[in-house]
């Protein structure tokens, strides 16, 4: 099944860098102002506490992002997270960018954690943590 969501060449640019380079950790990702055509927004290495506060609290965002963490065996992993963020506040933007997030996620099937969260605290990094597994 082709998506109506067209990933941009620069958002599959911006996906190939984070996976490549080990300096970037995280892309957000936005609508571009042509309709359906997700762009990246930003790149960064941010910590779990600074992803959060990078949301935008009025307007939906699609993240891929690199989780670190320890197992409860005290081994070091790492595990990639899609989100869907669609605060309360972009109720209106909810259709388009759950379109994009089921782009994404045909596009990246090695990403095994999926989630949606409306609130910063469903974004809580235990949370996120037990997730991963």
């Given at each position: 099944?082709?998506?109506?969501?067209?990933?941009?060449?620069?958002?599959?640019?911006?996906?190939?860098?984070?996976?490549?380079?080990?300096?970037?950790?995280?892309?957000?990702?936005?609508?571009?102002?042509?309709?359906?055509?997700?762009?990246?927004?930003?790149?960064?290495?941010?910590?779990?506490?600074?992803?959060?506060?990078?949301?935008?609290?009025?307007?939906?965002?699609?993240?891929?992002?690199?989780?670190?963490?320890?197992?409860?065996?005290?081994?070091?992993?790492?595990t990639?997270?899609?989100?869907?963020?669609?605060?309360?506040a972009?109720?209106?933007?909810?259709?388009?960018?759950?379109?994009?997030?089921?782009?994404?996620?045909?596009?990246l099937?090695?990403?095994?954690?999926?989630?949606?969260?409306r609130?910063?605290d469903?974004?809580?990094?235990?949370?996120?943590?037990?997730?991963?597994?």
């Open positions: 099944m082709r998506s109506p969501v067209r990933l941009s060449e620069g958002l599959l640019a911006a996906l190939r860098h984070l996976r490549e380079r080990r300096e970037i950790n995280t892309v957000t990702l936005r609508y571009a102002d042509a309709p359906a055509v997700l762009v990246p927004e930003a790149e960064g290495n941010l910590t779990h506490e600074e992803l959060v506060q990078a949301l935008p609290a009025d307007e939906a965002r699609l993240v891929v992002h690199e989780l670190a963490f320890a197992s409860p065996e005290g081994t070091r992993r790492h990639w997270l899609l989100i869907l963020w669609m605060p309360s972009a109720g209106a933007q909810e259709q388009s960018y759950t379109a994009g997030f089921t782009a994404l996620k045909e596009h099937p090695d990403v095994r954690v999926h989630l949606t969260a609130r910063a469903q974004l809580a990094y235990r949370r996120l943590v037990a997730l991963a597994g």
